[in-house]
């Protein structure tokens, strides 16, 4: 199947910077989403973005498919903010549709 | 409100006896999973379907079984025969086909002793 990559596996911010998170794939895709697992365990959806740049806030996510690459941009971190993030891809020669995960980049912002 | 419901959300077993976890959605979803995740790692899906009465193994099938009976549901078994069932299991749905959104209930917890 397909192979996603995240990196950096862990981060430490203090406070108020901003940061990158990559997430790389090896195929063709026809879906990708960004998530956010709470302390709690809960995955909150940030952004479906398979092409292009979308904005919500704080956050914003562009991706690039003819590179095979996504970014999920943080500015100005909060302490809510940590937690583990995870991108998952729809291979586009999978006729299953099934989504594959990464192994997260794990966010730690220190007040 | 909208949304996959997990019961339960904590759950303690024996060794060797079966648990059922429940998943409901609302959403009018076609397509639900499975996944399993342990501590420090990321997600593996177990099982999913696409449509009702159907349904397809994912990476670690063994030791769980399913059925899709309804639309809407979508439980869980995990038999005796999983070696290590321990673990923290989401459930999840999606409109179905390739471009459909992947949407997370709260996930229930298992703890074997």
């Known amino acids: 199947g397909i192979q996603v990559e995240q990196s950096p596996p862990d981060l430490i911010l203090q406070e108020g910077a901003n940061s990158t998170l990559r997430c790389n794939f090896s195929?063709?895709?026809?879906?990708l989403q960004w998530f956010h697992q709470n302390p709690w365990g809960q995955l909150i959806n940030l952004f479906y973005i398979p092409s292009g740049t979308k904005q919500n806030g704080r956050l914003s996510a562009t991706t690039v498919a003819t590179e095979r690459y996504s970014l999920l941009y943080i500015s100005s971190s909060q302490t809510t903010d940590s937690g583990v993030y995870f991108c998952?891809?729809?291979?586009?020669?999978?006729?299953?549709?099934?989504?594959?995960f990464g192994t997260g980049t794990s966010l730690t912002v220190i007040p | 409100d909208g949304g996959i419901t997990q019961s339960p959300k904590y759950l303690f077993r024996k060794e060797g006896q079966n648990v059922t976890l429940s998943c409901e959605q609302n959403?009018?979803?076609?397509?639900m999973y499975w996944y399993r995740q342990d501590p420090g790692q990321g997600l593996r899906l177990i099982y999913y379907?696409?449509?009702?009465?159907?349904?397809q193994k994912g990476d670690i099938a063994e030791g769980y079984s399913v059925s899709r009976e309804k639309k809407e549901s979508f439980p869980l078994t995990v038999t005796s025969a999983q070696k290590n069932p321990t673990a923290f299991y989401l459930c999840?749905?999606?409109?179905?086909?390739?471009?459909?959104?992947?949407?997370f209930g709260e996930g229930s917890r298992l703890t074997v002793l």
């Open positions: 195929d063709s895709v026809n879906n």
């Open positions: 379907s696409q449509i009702v009465n159907d349904f």
């Open positions: 959403l009018n979803h076609d397509a």
């Open positions: 999840a749905s999606s409109i179905g086909g390739p471009g459909g959104e992947l949407f």
């Open positions: 998952a891809v729809v291979d586009r020669k999978d006729p299953g549709n099934q989504f594959y």
